[in-house]
């Protein structure tokens, strides 16, 4: 089992460009999220799904999309990259949303200039 | 909305010395959960408490949850090198299919 994976590692963007956020999971589990960490915030919630099909916001949904066409899969979409999306960025997935510990992925550090 | 707040944010601490980061919630919790960051690394689930008042133990780390529900705090005794890292709690309020974090302790220690 691979558990969690996110790619890229890291990457630097300018301002207005959009790109993609992949993560991956083998573990059949349901609920998938997208957390970023900044210095002194903790993790903050972007976007989550219940299953495929199913997707709905978090904490810090601006700027930021995303789909869940498959169980495994769960890309994030930055649309147009601004400053403040100078993040890293984490995905997480587990069994189901209700009382669940998650796994999280090794993260992408994302810096837009 | 439901906010978690964690203190202290930093704590340096002597090998050896003891060590407790405090959470609390906004709104009652139908469970905590915490996690562990090594530097440079991803989360690490540690533990998950439900019940009203409950005490688990993990080797040196004791998680409580307390009596209302809108608080955690762990503790570790005689802290070594290996648990330098962010220790995070995160809540879950019943029937939301999110967990909300706090902002982290970051444990430093002096060898």
């Known amino acids: 089992n691979a558990g969690v994976t996110q790619t890229p590692k890291f990457q630097v963007l300018k301002t207005g460009q959009s790109m993609t956020l992949q993560c991956a999971q083998d573990?059949?589990?349901?609920?998938m999220s997208w957390y970023r960490q900044d210095p002194g915030m903790g993790l903050r919630l972007i976007h989550y799904s219940v299953g495929a099909g199913i997707t709905d916001q978090g904490e810090v949904p601006n700027g930021y999309n995303v789909s869940r066409s498959t169980t495994e899969d769960f890309p994030l979409r930055l649309l147009s990259a601004a400053p403040s999306q100078t993040s890293v960025y984490f995905c997480?997935?587990?069994?189901?949303?209700?009382?669940?510990?998650?796994?999280f992925g090794p993260g992408t550090r994302l810096t837009v200039t | 909305g439901q906010q978690v707040m964690q203190i202290p944010q930093y704590q340096h601490v002597q090998e050896g010395e003891d060590f407790t980061t405090y959470c609390n919630s906004s709104t009652t919790l139908s469970n905590i959960q915490w996690y562990k960051q090594r530097p440079g690394g991803h989360p690490v689930f540690l533990i998950q408490l439900v019940k009203s008042g409950e005490v688990k133990k993990q080797k040196r780390l004791t998680f409580q949850f307390g009596e209302a529900k809108k608080n955690s705090s762990l503790h570790i005794t005689a802290t070594q090198t290996t648990d330098v890292g962010t220790y995070f709690c995160a809540g879950q309020a019943g029937g939301a299919q999110k967990l909300v974090f706090g902002q982290g302790t970051r444990l430093t220690i002096n060898p």
């Open positions: 997480a997935s587990s069994i189901s949303g209700d009382s669940y510990e998650q796994y």
């Open positions: 573990m059949n589990h349901e609920y």
